[in-house]
Each structure stands twice: as structure tokens, then as C-alpha cells.
T-cell receptor, first 116, second 112 residues
């Protein structure tokens, strides 16, 4: 596609429910990133993929968070048993690859998650 | 580890004023440096970047110069417009994962 596409754009869920957030990167981009943006925490790195492999999961806040990527394209971020502190904007980004420093990283518009 | 520090607090200024947002970084080696902008209700957009020392990134009247000696990448614009009101994030990448480390961001409000 023309840009990074994320869905849903907005999600309100009850505490304790599971949610799935989807990201469709720019066509041909092998690198995919998930970030979280929340008040007071700024922009936090969560996880990245090079192809279908996730070498760095260090940013995932807890074992309730997981992500996968299939076919080197679409990625899903899953949050199990959501808590109110999970409320944030979840941003997906992609770039041509991860091996070239300075590659431009393009962001989607984010999925706004509210846990009530 | 790598980190980025931006000046504290929002910036409020009048139209046509000069804007500076300070950014300093901590990194080993030679990171690539970026400024991203987030307009109200929109996603993050790359504003400009510089990939090596003394490079100057520029776009939409904004400029920033990669200063290795002072580990800085300050953003400047000579004459701001109301449409420049947004949140500005300084960031860097380094190493084999191209992962961005962001500063806290600065909200810029331009008053007519």
C-alpha cells in the first residue's frame, strides 16, 4: 500500500479482555516496528521484526503482550487480559530493512486503545 | 545505552518568530539523527534527518545540523507559521536493528 496501515483506528475494550491490533506495512519493507505512545511515557519501543523474525522483544512490557508477523508482511500485536495501564496509542512503523543505518522509518496513524 | 534529551516543556511563540528546539544525544559511535513531527490528530511524520557528522537536514524551512563535537541536533526555523503548531520529536538510530530512540517531544504552539 501507499503507507503503513493500522486497524482498528480506535478500540474501547473492557478490562480483562484480549485485543488484537493489526499493521500492514509499506509494500516491500522487510522491517516492521511496534511502538507505544502514552501520556507521561512518551514513545516506547515494543518490538521489531526483520522479515518474520523478532530478534528484539526487549520492549514488551509483560508476558501479556505478544506479536507475530507472517509472510513478511502483516503483523498482529496481541494484548491479553488488558489492564487500564495498557491504554495508549499503539504505533506501527516500517522501513526497507534494519541493516542500513539511517533508513527512513515510516509510521502509521496508530491504534488508539482505551481500556475501561 | 542510546538516549535522546529534549528541552523541557512546551514552546509558545508568535507567528514569524524564530524557533529553536534543543536536542542532545548519548550514543557510542555514529548514530543517524532524525526529527519527527506529529500534527494534531495525525501520525508521526519524518521532518528531516542527518546520517553523518556535519550533515544538515532540511525540510519545510526547518533545519538541523549533526554536531558530533557537542552531540547535538538542534531544530531551527527562521519564521514560524500557525500551521507549524505540532509536537516535535528528536530521535536516533544506531546499530543493526535501526530501532528509534525518541526524546520526550516538545509541543510547539504558534499564536497568530
Amino acid at each position: 500500500g501507499a503507507g503503513v496501515s493500522q486497524s482498528p483506528s480506535n478500540k474501547v475494550t473492557e478490562k480483562g479482555k484480549d485485543v488484537e491490533l493489526r499493521c500492514d506495512p509499506i509494500s516491500g519493507h522487510t522491517a516492521l516496528y511496534w511502538y507505544r505512545q502514552s501520556l507521561g511515557q512518551g514513545l516506547e519501543f515494543l518490538i521489531y521484526f526483520q522479515g518474520n523474525s523478532a530478534p528484539d522483544k526487549s520492549g514488551l512490557p509483560s508476558d501479556r503482550f505478544s506479536a507475530e508477523r507472517t509472510g513478511g508482511s502483516v503483523s498482529t500485536l496481541t494484548i491479553q487480559r488488558t489492564q487500564q495501564e495498557d491504554s495508549a496509542v499503539y504505533l506501527c512503523a516500517s522501513s526497507l530493512d534494519t541493516t542500513t543505518s539511517g533508513n527512513t522509518i515510516y509510521f502509521g496513524e496508530g491504534s488508539w486503545l482505551t481500556v475501561v | 545505552g542510546n538516549s535522546v534529551t529534549q528541552m523541557e516543556g512546551p514552546v509558545t511563540l508568535s507567528e514569524e518568530a524564530f524557533l529553536t528546539i534543543n536536542c542532545t544525544y548519548t550514543a557510542t559511535g555514529y548514530p543517524s539523527l532524525f526529527w519527527y513531527v506529529q500534527y494534531p490528530g495525525e501520525g508521526l511524520q519524518l521532518l528531516l534527518k542527518a546520517t553523518k557528522a556535519d550533515d544538515k537536514g532540511s525540510n519545510k524551512g526547518f533545519e538541523a545540523t549533526y554536531r558530533k563535537e557537542t552531540t547535538s541536533f538542534h531544530l531551527e526555523k527562521g519564521s514560524v507559521q500557525v500551521s507549524d503548531s505540532a509536537v516535535y520529536f528528536c530521535a536516533l538510530t544506531q546499530g543493526g536493528n535501526n530501532r528509534l530512540a525518541f526524546g520526550k517531544g516538545n509541543q510547539v504552539v504558534v499564536i497568530p
